[in-house]
């Protein structure tokens, strides 16, 4: 039986997803005893010109996490869907933008004074900024092109599954790999290793009436354990967030942020979100309405934290 | 969807559509459209050779889907669905384009018109081809009623239904039936009395064969939907609950008098002979006006708006107290003939049949009326014991325009209505809305005065608004009618366009619950899904889009629908 | 030769379509730039329809609804009332101009009002210029398998 061949590579990327997988623990081993890891950045060395000697659909499966911001991650995100049979959009910044994908709401000029120019941590007078080209001695070297905004992998190639989380949970990384070391494979597109509803669905709170007078940071109110953590006025994404996580964010007191991404149904999780709060106010005069909102200090960032790119709008289009 | 088969039908309407928008513009595009089998204009669809001509072509070309470009849907839509169901296709595969009542009516230049016409054909089309067969379907219903009170439109409603040979349920909290008419003497304008009106009332109530009166009674629980209503009574001295299952329910609970002891400045409470108008009708029906100490009233006063018409009570009018007071001013002149009656009002709201000629009687009889102004109400103070009357009431006359002070040996408080201290849990119990004053809500304040938000529960009587008796019996009677309409179709009928939850991706969040405004979605604990009751859905599509799932499919207006007409509208 | 914006309308049942219909009878007339969908009731309108109304390349989006306190099914204007000033600030966010998303209440007799709000909308848009968020999602889109083969053969 030839050993699976398998790369798992990072795009604009924080490295999370990547220790997920580590997070297997001994699980890895068991994984290196049926496949050869043909590329793994965070883990072993590895050469792009490795990759691009491979013939087409040499790579059994590739699992690609992060977004796609620089020409390097769509570079490779071209050439690692050329070379495989399977490639999986792993984790919440391949599968819907990720947080990275907030950037979308910035202009890249102002990302990239605040990176190099403007920030307390610059010595006063340094002015130096990457270059697209500089010479190194007698050698030219280029860096990658920085996009203007953030895609998510579907995006720039044809992607065959998508497995959500931020990170995906190292079970859920397991049973990914089970499925497809079995060959009994999903329909194509699928998002696996998670539920079809809403994560509300395994959330042992109890939900009763939806109506919020004022909104709290998570810090801001010691929260009932055994209420529904949005009707006590804390923002909790798991109603348009799909399932399958454990719901381990909010058994421990924290509102679900939404990572998994939309339920199967849901076309815009950021817009299903700001109807989701806009519902439970418990208000019909304009001026009270403002003053809740008010303790909603930031609507796009909560509703749409994992997955602006994936947004009917994307980014922001401002001139 | 390659089995679509749309046709589009564009209607000239005469020259309404023809003289400004291009037809055959708008026709040769929709041919451009994938499944659009056919595409023609007509002068008037809405003939019978035009929808002649649509039934024909369903049944010749196999039509799936039919686009008619226009006049208005609110115009022609039952038209054009039946004849898709004249063809034997469901109505529901139809989707009109409104191009003249939004088109040709109200744009002048014809290539704009054209290309507007063109833009929401083809929404219709792309719409179209998301449409699913819908069919109306059939609840049992019981035939039953609940009233709830026994005053006199309680009664009325009981009679009505009672007599067209349906089971009644009067329930009554008190230990006999009346409700407030059962306090009073004679009635305004026509001086009947009160007595003999109700007699005849509640004796046949209490014999009627098909009404089971149940005094000292209350409703405490209900659920279910109408034809389907689940009722608890309690009765005191009983133990067990009865319980109920009934079709509808007719909300009959009145109206309780204002306290006057809110108002200082009259002096009720702490002056013997400041009375209220409740408190007159006893003395009345006793058959001597006197005051507290047993003496005949030389100077009757009689106060309007106490409670009524006031920024610190209640702002809005009881109605009845004008003619009242006037009634008044004639029963203690017919008892008192040498009384001097005083009548103290800020307007005369002589509104009614007869009581404008009731009012100039009242004049007739030497009544002085002194008008005073809103929010300005006359002081009550005791007067000298030297003098001869017992008290003092000092007013801003405004019709004179001086500030005069009258004599009063027993002022009469003429108490506004208001809402029962318990018809906030009545309203919660039966599930109907309340308005900032506290009397309950009606679905249309003109156009449906006596159905509610929620199917199946009526209101009639004052528990609505201030009335008088003419008014509660009309609405009980209007309650009555519409109910028997209902128990006539013998089932519930329910519109084939509602809610649906799909279990398979409804989380249990419960966000829809409190997003409806007729409680048509009920959760299931044990399950852990909520369920729209199809029967009293009214498919607003509130809880379609405040679905944080997209769990709840709003048919005929689906996700699908809505955004395949934008992409159409904006090719 | 001036911009001809094109606005999407989303107009409820009762109140603003008979209205609609109402300046059609009427023959008021007004700018005839506007796209009108139907729904029952203002409620339904899900923020997801005017981002998709914008994405489509929508320049204006219009909704419209019963006067607070005259729903035809109670309250479904409230819940549009308190959807929308969220809606606004995500918009402001995403640098959508404030003028290009509306809600106005019409009721059923107000044929001219529609009229009016039409009128002023179609050339507030108008000044505004066309949307940019169509273009701009066009000009992102990274599918140029010309570039991509030229990109893979280069690294």
């Known amino acids: 039986m030839p050993k699976l061949q398998i790369a798992i590579y990072w795009g604009a990327a924080c490295g999370g997803c990547d220790v997920a997988v580590l997070d297997t623990n001994e699980f890895i081993l068991e994984v290196g005893k049926i496949a050869d890891i043909r590329l793994w950045p965070v883990a072993a060395d590895g050469k792009y010109s490795d990759v691009e000697k491979m013939k087409d659909k040499e790579l059994d499966l590739t699992l ?8 390097e991650n769509e570079h490779l995100a071209r050439l690692l869907r050329q070379k495989s049979k399977l490639l ?5 910044c391949a599968h819907l933008g ?20 403007k920030n307390a941590s610059i010595e006063p007078g340094n002015t130096t900024v990457p270059k697209p080209e500089s010479m190194v001695g007698p050698y030219k070297l280029t860096i990658p092109k ?6 998510k992998l579907d995006d720039i190639v044809d992607v065959d599954y998508y497995v959500p989380g931020c990170p995906p949970h190292f079970d859920q990384v397991k049973a990914v790999l089970g499925v497809i070391a079995s060959g009994k494979l999903p329909a194509k597109g699928s998002v696996v290793g998670c539920t079809d509803r809403a994560l509300c669905d395994e959330c042992k709170r109890e939900k009763t009436e939806k109506r919020v007078k004022k909104f709290f940071r998570p810090w801001q109110i010691v929260p009932d354990p055994n209420k529904c953590l949005l009707e006590q006025g804390v923002l909790c994404a798991g109603s348009a967030t799909r399932g399958g996580c454990g719901v381990r964010c909010p058994n421990i007191g924290i509102p679900c942020r939404g990572c998994y991404g939309p339920p199967p149904n849901v076309v815009d999780q950021g817009a299903k979100l700001l109807s989701a709060v806009a519902s439970i106010i418990d208000s019909k005069e304009p001026k009270e309405i403002d003053q809740i909102l008010a303790t909603l200090p930031d609507i796009t960032g909560y509703a749409y934290r994992f997955g602006m790119p994936s947004g009917l709008l994307q980014r922001r289009h401002a001139p | 969807m390659s089995d679509l088969k749309i046709g589009v039908y564009i209607c000239n309407c005469g020259t309404n559509i023809a003289k400004t928008v291009d037809c055959e513009a708008v026709i040769k595009a929709m041919q451009t459209l994938p499944g659009v089998a056919v595409a023609k204009s007509y002068k008037y669809m809405c003939s019978n050779p035009g929808q002649e001509m649509i039934a024909a072509d369903i049944k010749t070309l196999g039509l799936n889907r039919v686009v008619v470009a226009a006049c208005s849907p609110r115009m022609h839509e039952p038209t054009f669905r039946k004849a898709l169901d004249s063809a034997g296709l469901n109505p529901y595969f139809l989707e009109m384009a409104n191009i003249r009542e939004q088109n040709s009516w109200v744009h002048e230049d014809g290539a704009a018109c054209t290309h507007k016409a063109i833009d929401l054909t083809r929404g219709a089309v792309k719409r179209v081809a998301f449409h699913e067969a819908l069919e109306k379907r059939s609840v049992p219903m019981s035939p039953s009623v609940l009233v709830l009170g026994g005053g006199v439109a309680g009664m009325t409603a009981a009679l009505e239904i009672g007599d067209a040979n349906q089971t009644v349920y009067l329930v009554e909290r008190e230990d006999h039936l009346g409700g407030n008419v059962a306090r009073i003497d004679l009635t305004a304008p026509h001086l009947d009395s009160a007595r003999d009106l109700l007699l005849d009332r509640i004796t046949r109530v209490t014999t009627h064969p098909k009404i089971k009166v149940l005094l000292k009674s209350e409703l405490v629980e209900m659920s279910g939907y109408i034809g389907n209503f689940k009722t608890k009574i309690k009765t005191a001295g009983k133990e067990l609950e009865l319980e109920l299952e009934v079709g509808a329910l007719v909300v009959c609970t009145g109206y309780q008098e204002f306290d006057a002891k809110k108002i200082r400045n009259f002096g009720y409470g702490s002056l013997p002979d400041v009375i209220t108008s409740f408190e007159l009708e006893t003395m009345i029906r006793a058959g001597k006006i006197v005051t507290k100490s047993g003496k005949t009233p030389r100077y009757v006063s009689l106060i309007h708006c106490v409670g009524s018409r006031s920024e610190e009570h209640h702002p809005y009018c009881s109605r009845v107290c004008c003619m009242t007071a006037i009634k008044y001013a004639h029963e203690v002149k017919s008892m008192i003939p040498d009384a001097y009656v005083s009548d103290l009002y800020i307007d005369m709201h002589a509104f009614g049949k007869g009581c404008e000629d009731f009012y100039k009687r009242g004049s007739e009889l030497r009544t002085m009326f002194l008008m005073y102004k809103k929010n300005q109400p006359p002081v009550v103070r005791v007067a000298d014991p030297k003098e001869k009357f017992g008290m003092l009431i000092a007013l801003s006359e405004q019709l004179s325009g001086e500030d005069v002070e009258i004599p009063a040996d027993l002022i009469v408080l003429m108490v506004g209505m208001e809402p029962r201290a318990d018809s906030a849990s009545v309203a919660h119990i039966v599930n109907i809305s309340r308005d900032k004053d506290g009397w309950f809500i009606e679905s249309h304040p003109k156009l449906d005065p006596v159905a509610t938000t929620t199917d199946g529960i009526f209101i009639a009587g004052a528990c609505q608004a201030p009335k008088d008796i003419p008014d509660s019996v009309a609405q009980a009677r209007a309650a009555s009618a519409r109910i028997m309409a209902k128990i006539a179709q013998g089932k519930i009928w329910v519109d084939a366009v509602y809610a649906e939850v799909d279990p398979e991706y409804c989380s249990g969040c419960r966000m829809c619950n409190e997003l409806c405004p007729y409680s048509a979605i009920e959760f299931d604990a044990a399950e852990k899904r909520s369920h729209v009751i199809s029967a009293v859905c009214k498919a607003c599509g509130a809880c379609v889009a405040g679905c944080p799932s997209s769990a709840i499919k709003g048919r005929h207006f689906t996700d699908k629908q809505i955004f395949a007409q934008i992409e159409g509208v904006m090719a | 030769m001036s911009f001809e914006p094109k606005i999407v309308g989303i107009l409820c049942n009762w109140c603003s379509y008979t209205g609609a219909d109402l300046a059609g009878t009427s023959r008021t007339k007004y700018a005839p730039n506007i796209r009108v969908l139907r729904v029952m009731c203002s409620a339904r309108v899900d923020p997801t329809f005017i981002f998709k109304a914008l994405s489509e390349g929508a320049d204006g989006v219009l909704i419209c609804g019963c006067h607070p306190g005259d729903c035809h099914y109670v309250e479904g204007n409230y819940k549009a009332m308190r ?25 059923a007799s107000e044929g001219q009002r529609f009229a009016d709000v039409v009128n002023e909308m179609t050339e507030q848009v108008r000044k505004l210029g066309p949307s940019k968020i169509k273009p701009d999602l066009l000009a992102d889109r990274r599918n140029r398998p010309a570039a991509a083969a030229a990109e893979v053969a280069h690294a």
């Open chain 1, 146 to 151: 920085f996009y203007d905004r953030v895609y």
């Open chain 1, 64 to 71: 690609f996490d992060g977004a796609v911001r620089t020409s």
């Open chain 1, 88 to 92: 999986v959009a792993f984790g919440s």
């Open chain 3, 83 to 107: 959807r929308f000033p969220l809606l606004k600030k995500m918009l402001a966010d995403l640098g959508v101009e404030d003028q290009r998303v509306r809600l106005e209440w019409v009721s």
């Open chain 1, 98 to 117: 990720g947080i990275p994908g907030l950037a979308n709401l910035v202009p890249m000029q102002e990302i990239f004074e605040r990176a190099y120019l």
